[in-house]
């Protein structure tokens, strides 16, 4: 069984679900809470660009390596906020993408 198929259709859904206004706000949100840590953390803690990127998607993702940690006090009262902020944020964005696209598999567009 190929696997085309199913590429096929996600993308469908991922298409039908960006041109909901409410997916691309949530979207552009989470994309904006992500580079403004990004930036925080490469600025405050002094990581490199790559390892401010990881460390504010793992976090907003709720992963949770283990392997970086913000050592100033701003950088975990930064990070305390941030988590609260960005689960709630990031759960949205995926539950309205999720739901776009469970839809489209549906015949639901």
């Given at each position: 069984?190929?696997?085309?198929?199913?590429?096929?259709?996600?993308?469908?859904?991922?298409?039908?679900?960006?041109?909901?206004?409410?997916?691309?706000?949530?979207?552009?949100?989470?994309?904006?809470?992500?580079?403004?840590?990004?930036?925080?953390?490469?600025?405050?803690?002094?990581?490199?660009?790559?390892?401010?990127?990881?460390?504010?998607?793992?976090?907003?993702?709720?992963?949770?390596?283990?392997?970086?940690?913000?050592?100033?006090?701003?950088?975990?009262?930064?990070?305390?906020?941030?988590?609260?902020?960005?689960?709630?944020?990031?759960?949205s964005a995926a539950t309205a993408i999720a739901?776009?696209?469970?839809?489209?598999?549906?015949?639901?567009?």
């Amino acid at each position: 069984m190929s696997a085309f198929p199913h590429f096929r259709q996600l993308f469908r859904g991922l298409r039908t679900a960006f041109r909901q206004p409410e997916v691309r706000a949530l979207a552009m949100l989470a994309g904006a809470l992500i580079a403004f840590a990004t930036v925080f953390y490469r600025v405050w803690e002094g990581w490199s660009l790559l390892d401010s990127l990881c460390f504010s998607v793992v976090t907003i993702a709720t992963v949770g390596y283990g392997d970086l940690a913000p050592k100033t006090a701003l950088g975990k009262i930064f990070t305390i906020g941030y988590i609260f902020a960005g689960i709630g944020i990031f759960v949205s964005a995926a539950t309205a993408i999720a739901q776009a696209v469970i839809g489209t598999r549906d015949g639901k567009e």
